[in-house]
C-alpha cells in the first residue's frame, strides 16, 4: 500500500484517481472481511462465507487499480501521436473509451460490494458498527469517485452515449443495493 501511495503522488498521469477508488473499494472489502470474521466468532451463519466473497472481491479491486492505470495509457499514447497522423482521432477515441471502461468495471464491482456491504450489516456485532459503517462509506466514495473518473473520459470517447446510459445504470444500482447509513 505504501507503494502505490507513493506512485499516486507522484507528479505523473498515473496512478490517478481512477486507480484510488479501487484502493477505497478495496479496503471496503476488507472491513467486510473484519466483520464477517467478528460476526462468525458471534456465531453468525453466514459469516465465513461473507469473509470470502469479500476477500475475493478486495483481490478483484486491486487488480482493476492496475487495469485502470493501464486503460489511461491508452489515452497518454494516443495524444503523443503525431497531431496530422490520421490515426490520432481514432486512437483518442478508443483511449478514451477505454479510460471510461475501466470505472465502469470498478462500478460494477461496486455493486457486488454494496450487496456484501448489506450482508455484512446483518452479521457485525453492534460494538463494530462504525466499521461497517466505513464500510458503506468507503463504497459510496468510490463509486463516486469511479463515476466522475467515467465522466472525464467521456468527451471524445468513441460511444460516449452508450457510456453514458451504463454509468446510469450502474450508479443506480449502487445506490440502490448499499444501505444508507
Known sequence: MDRFLEELAAP???????????????????????CAGLGEKKGKEGAQALAQAAKTLRRQFTEQAVLDGAAFD???AAYRLPKE??????????????????????????????DLTARAQEITPPAAKSDWESAAVFTRAAADVAARNVRVNLDGAAGAAELEAQLAARLEEVDRRLPKV
Do not use: K
Open 12 to 34: 505523473t498521469p498515473t496512478p490517478g484517481g481512477g486507480s484510488a477508488a479501487c484502493y477505497v473499494a478495496a479496503t471496503g472489502c476488507a472491513i467486510v472481511e473484519m
Open 74 to 76: 491508452q489515452v497518454l
Open 85 to 114: 497522423s490520421p490515426q490520432r482521432p481514432g486512437a483518442i477515441a478508443t483511449g478514451l473509451r477505454a479510460a471510461a471502461l475501466s470505472p465502469l468495471r470498478a462500478l460494477e464491482l461496486l455493486s457486488d460490494l454494496a
